[in-house]
């Protein structure tokens, strides 16, 4: 993993946020995790003959987890290279049987000379600096007929600033911090076949310290690491973002979309919003 960099406390602190969820192999899951991947395989049709492309993949799980649903084929991309390093690892240790490559890549400057059925984009078209630019790179590698799947996170009430701030300073990005219809926005060009809206209920701290000890105890296995002090800088830097994500939750939803592309009908609406 890390071979010319010695693994310190400080270097744990300062690795940029899509580095540490890489070097700590974080399944850094969208929103609604197994339930929301479930929803988008039902109602999209995703299956074996299915070909998926997973943008800004970071370690690998949603793809992964739906190749190992349903059968289907793909790859994923992300800029971070320790992050793409874990999807592939990842790939080898929970799902050998999966036919899906991993690589870095600028989503923007992403070439391949495939087409997709399905393109899953999670909650991350918000965090890329052109979010409409890079949804019309993703319609314009899509089969006609071809899906888009999103869970965006929204707000319903505003939040405050100082937390706006705190969560900047953690995640390196401004959280989503618009309401419903100004997310939706980004798709209105795209046929709804499937949308549902969701609450997010917060984790209890038994909840939150199980998972950064389940997820740093791997880490150590993984690397080596017998060290308390990096240790302790690894489980206080994942608790802190896993603390910041559920204090974002009483101001947020996330809606679980399932989203067509259809040469014949795109860019016009011609249907309802309910």
Known sequence: MENNQKITPDFIRNLSYTDFVGF?????????SYVTLSKWACFS?????????EIACTTGFSSRELSLLTGC???GFDLSEKSV??????????????????????????????KFSHIA???????????PKMLEKCISMLKDGGYILASPFYITQQMPDNLIEKAQKIFQITPTSVPYKEIMKLYNKLEIIFEERNNLVQETEEELNYYCKSTIGRTCEMLKI????IYKAMYE??????????DLRPYQM?????????????????????
Do not use: H
Request: net charge positive; proline share 4%.
């Open 24 to 32: 700590i192999n974080q399944w850094n899951v969208l929103p609604g």
């Open 45 to 53: 049709r995703l299956n074996k003959k299915s070909n998926l492309l």
């Open 73 to 75: 084929k793909g790859e």
């Open 85 to 114: 390093e874990m999807a592939n690892y990842n790939k080898n240790k929970y799902a050998r049987s999966i036919n899906f490559s991993y690589k870095v890549a600028d989503g923007y400057k992403f070439e391949t000379k495939n």
């Open 121 to 131: 984009v999670g909650a991350s078209l918000g965090f890329f600096p052109d979010p």
């Open 226 to 229: 017998d060290d308390a002090d």
């Open 237 to 246: 830097r994942l608790y802190d973002v896993k603390k910041m994500s559920n």
């Open 254 to 274: 996330y809606s679980i979309l399932v989203l067509r592309y259809r040469k014949s009908t795109y860019p016009n609406r011609f249907v309802e919003l309910f």
